[in-house]
């Protein structure tokens, strides 16, 4: 039986492969074939922005007050979005057989994830901000200051949106809940990159469950489900198999396409240009000054 999970991710465009002569930029200034959004697997781009725009909102606000105003929302969308609900059941059934004590979840896009499986497993909710601030919210929806909660010696697991490096969970994620006397022990995940993040995880002891990992069998079948072309497959089997490798060979079948970036302006030109400063395009590539 196919994974739904794969049709899912495709039909929200939470996964995004690009046309065979425009890959993506990646923050760090390299290219890729493929781009992963897995909060819109809230239901679409849109509804995912929106639910954003409120965590954002509500984050600047009272913080015993920021449960209440983005569960709101996720309620709704959960009786709105069949894809939504039979997700968050999934990562409810994964997360029920790790027996932890509540749920935590990061800023910003766990919450999309976090907030609705502890209340659908009558967990509480351990909320953690950027700046290593925490709310808990009971079983029954009652938000208090962390410190208050009485969660020392006990566990939790933590539901994310995408693991890569797991670099949150080292930097914030696991210190906020180490400061209450509590501990990660278990991490749960909708999409791994598969670049780290779970050896990470498992040498930092709360191993990662997860319910799809980007690797070739991902896209071979959204291949097979008519996801993505011949074309677009090919491209990213290239990038899994040497990501450095498919950025040189494009850039050097495409020695315009530098220049070409960089006039268009904004973003694209400053990924272009970092691409450049950071050395990662060959010299053949290069624009003509």
Not at 158 to 178: F, G, M, N, Q
Not at 225 to 250: E, H, N, S, W
Request: charged share 20%.
């Amino acid at each position: 039986m196919q994974n739904p999970i794969v049709s899912w991710l495709f039909e929200t465009d939470a996964v995004r492969v690009c046309p065979e002569a425009q890959p993506f930029w990646y923050t760090s200034g390299k290219l890729g074939p493929f781009y992963i959004n897995t909060q819109f697997l809230f239901g679409s781009e849109a509804a995912a922005n929106d639910l954003l725009a409120v965590i954002e909102e509500a984050a600047k606000g009272d913080k015993l007050a920021f449960y209440d105003r983005v569960y709101a929302r996720i309620e709704a969308q959960l009786a709105s979005c069949p894809i939504y609900a039979q997700l968050i059941d999934l990562l409810a059934d994964a997360a029920r057989e790790k027996g932890a004590d509540f749920v935590s979840g990061g800023e910003r896009r766990d919450f999309f994830f976090s907030m609705p499986v502890s209340r659908k497993l009558g967990l509480g909710h351990l909320s953690i901000f950027k700046d290593l601030t925490s709310v808990y919210t009971d079983e029954r929806g009652v938000s208090m200051e962390s410190t208050a909660a009485g969660l020392s010696g006990k566990c939790s697991i933590h539901i994310a949106d995408l693991i890569t490096v797991a670099s949150s969970y080292v930097r914030a994620w696991i210190p906020a809940v180490e400061t209450l006397g509590a501990k990660i022990a278990y991490s749960l995940a909708v999409v791994d990159r598969d670049q780290g993040g779970s050896k990470i995880l498992a040498e930092a002891g709360c191993p990662l469950t997860t319910l799809v990992t980007v690797k070739p069998d991902l896209f071979e079948t959204a291949h097979q489900m008519g996801r993505i072309t011949d074309k677009q497959l090919g491209l990213v089997l290239a990038f899994i198999a040497d990501p450095d490798a498919f950025m040189r060979d494009f850039l050097l079948a495409h020695p315009d396409f530098l220049a070409a970036e960089i006039a268009k302006g904004g973003k694209s030109a400053q990924r272009a240009e970092l691409c450049i400063a950071s050395g990662f395009a060959p010299e053949a590539a290069l624009p003509k000054r």
